[in-house]
C-alpha cells in the first residue's frame, strides 16, 4: 500500500452546477487549505446539498481529518455525533464554534495534485430498521477498494452515462454508487438526488442527457412500477442500481417488462460493503453473485453467511445474521434474517417466510411481519399496504372482514400459530431515507 493516494486525472462534469472536474478539484483545495490551518482533527459532516458535501468530504480526507458521519440529520443525532467531534463542516445551526461551512464559487488554483492517505479514517452511523443507531469504522481505502470493484463489474454496463440518483449521500449506498464512483472514475454526475421522478425526467430533457443511470431503492421502484414515467424515455436508462433491501420479484419483472432492464440489486450493509448483486430476468432464480474480491461460505450450524472481504476490517470470517443456501457455482440464495425466526408454541416460524406467503396473495402490495408479547406468549402481527382495488373495497367493508380474507388465504401455506394475530393497514410501509423500513415505526401502529 502505498503512502499516499493521488486524486485522478478525473473527466467528470457536475451537470447541475456546469462544473469541471478541474474547478471541483479547486474548491476541494480552496476548503482544504481552511482545514490545514484548523487544529481540529475530527469532524462532523453533515450538508443537505450533496455537490458541497462532495467538496467538503474530500477536503477533509485530503487534509488527514477524521470524518463522522450521521446517520441522519435531525437535531438529536447531530447533537448526540458532536461529542466525537473537535469540529462541524456543513450546513447545520449546532451549538458548536469551530464550524467549517461551504463557501460557494470559492476555489484555488492547485499547486500540487491532492493526495489522501489509504487509512484516512471516517465513522459511519447506521440507521438500520431498528432506529438504532452503530458506529461504523472505514478508511479510505476500503471505499476506493469498493468502488474499484464496482467499475470492474459494471462499468460496460454504465458506459458514459450521467449518474442520477433518488438516494442520500449521507448513507454508504449513496456515498459509494452515486458519488464517490463517478467522481472518481470520471463520470458526469448529478449528485442531487431526485424525490419525484417527474423531476428527473424533466432535468433528462432540460440538460440533453443521452444516457443515466439510475441509483435508486427498492422503495422508490415499487411505487415507480404503478405508475411509471420513466417509460416515455426508457432508452435513457442505461442502468438500474438498487440496494437497501430486496426488490420483489414482480416489480423486477414488472421494470424488465416496461424499461427492458431489470434493476441490478446489490446486497450488503453499512459494516461489510457490499457483499453481492443480482439482475434477475423473468423466470429465474434469485441468486446472488458475490463480488469477485469477497468470498462466501456458509455456517454449518447456523447456515448463516460467512464473508472475507476487503471493504472492512476482520481477521478470518465474519458472520451475518442472513441465512443462506449455497449453489454448485459459488452463488447463493438469502433464505432470511437468522433474528426473524421466532418460536411460537415450540415451533420456529420465519418471520420473512410469512411476509412472503402475504405478498404472494393477489391483493397485497406489501407486508412486514413483526411480533407482540401478550398474555399469551409471543404473536406474530402485521402492516399491510392493499392494491389499489383492495383499499376501495376496505372503505366499503370492516377492517374484521379483511382480517378474515387474510386469515383464510393463508391458511393454504402455514400453519395456524404463524398467522399473524392482528394487522394494520396502512398506505405505504415507512422507509427511511437510506430505503430500509423503519420497525419501529411500525411498532407504534400496534400500541
Not at 88 to 113: C, D, K, R, Y
Not at 225 to 252: H, I
Not at 343 to 361: G, M, N, W
Not at 387 to 409: C, H, M, W
Request: with cysteine; glycine share 4%; hydrophobic share 40%.
Amino acid at each position: 500500500m502505498t503512502n499516499l493516494i493521488s486524486f485522478p486525472n478525473s473527466s467528470s462534469f457536475f451537470v447541475e452546477q456546469q462544473l469541471t472536474y478541474q474547478q471541483w478539484c479547486e474548491a476541494v483545495n480552496f476548503h482544504r487549505q481552511k482545514l490545514l490551518n484548523n487544529k481540529a482533527n475530527t469532524w462532523l459532516l453533515y450538508c443537505d446539498d450533496a455537490f458541497e458535501f462532495s467538496v467538503l468530504f474530500f477536503a477533509l480526507l485530503s487534509a488527514n481529518k477524521k470524518i463522522i458521519l450521521p446517520q441522519n440529520g435531525t437535531v438529536n443525532q447531530l447533537e448526540q455525533c458532536l461529542a466525537y467531534v473537535d469540529g462541524f463542516a456543513g450546513t447545520a445551526e449546532l451549538a458548536i464554534e469551530n464550524v467549517l461551512a461551504f463557501s460557494a464559487h470559492a476555489s484555488l488554483p492547485l499547486a500540487q495534485p491532492l493526495t489522501i492517505k489509504p487509512n484516512a479514517e471516517l465513522v459511519l452511523f447506521t440507521s438500520g430498521s431498528s432506529g438504532a443507531a452503530k458506529a461504523i469504522d472505514k478508511t479510505f481505502q476500503h471505499l476506493l477498494t469498493e468502488i474499484s470493484q464496482l467499475e470492474e463489474c459494471f462499468a460496460t454496463l454504465v458506459n458514459q452515462a450521467c449518474i442520477v440518483s433518488t438516494v442520500s449521500h449521507q448513507h454508504i449506498y449513496g456515498l459509494l454508487v452515486k458519488l464517490i464512483w463517478p467522481i472518481w472514475f470520471g463520470r458526469d454526475v448529478i449528485l442531487q438526488p431526485y424525490e419525484y421522478p417527474e423531476h428527473l425526467c424533466h432535468d433528462i430533457n432540460k440538460y440533453g442527457l443521452k444516457q443515466v443511470a439510475l441509483v435508486s431503492s427498492p422503495a422508490h421502484f415499487h411505487r415507480l412500477v404503478k405508475d411509471n414515467v420513466y417509460q416515455t424515455m426508457a432508452d435513457k436508462f442505461s442502468s438500474l442500481f438498487s440496494s437497501g433491501g430486496p426488490l420483489s420479484a414482480d416489480a423486477s419483472a414488472q421494470l424488465e417488462q416496461d424499461l427492458g432492464q431489470s434493476p441490478i440489486e446489490i446486497y450488503g450493509s453499512t459494516e461489510t460493503g457490499g457483499i453481492g448483486w443480482r439482475q434477475r430476468r423473468a423466470n429465474q432464480a434469485q441468486y446472488w453473485q458475490p463480488f469477485n474480491n469477497v468470498q462466501v461460505a456458509q455456517d454449518s450450524d447456523s447456515h448463516c453467511l460467512l464473508i472475507k472481504s476487503p471493504y472492512f476490517d476482520c481477521q478470518g470470517w465474519y458472520q451475518t445474521d442472513d441465512q443462506i443456501k449455497l449453489t454448485d457455482n459459488g452463488q447463493f440464495e438469502l433464505c432470511g434474517r437468522i433474528d426473524r425466526i421466532v418460536k411460537i408454541e415450540e415451533k420456529r416460524v420465519s418471520l420473512d417466510h410469512v411476509q412472503q406467503c402475504l405478498k404472494a396473495l393477489d391483493f397485497i402490495d406489501d407486508a412486514y411481519c413483526l411480533t407482540q408479547v401478550k398474555k399469551r406468549g409471543l404473536q406474530i402481527v402485521a402492516t399491510i399496504v392493499l392494491t389499489d382495488s383492495a383499499k376501495l373495497e376496505l372503505e366499503k367493508s370492516r377492517n374484521l372482514v379483511f382480517n378474515r380474507k387474510i386469515k383464510a388465504g393463508l391458511n393454504k401455506s402455514m400453519e395456524a400459530i404463524a398467522i399473524p394475530k392482528r394487522f394494520r393497514y396502512l398506505s405505504t410501509l415507512p422507509y427511511n431515507p437510506s430505503g430500509k423500513l423503519n420497525k419501529s415505526e411500525m411498532e407504534k401502529f400496534f400500541d
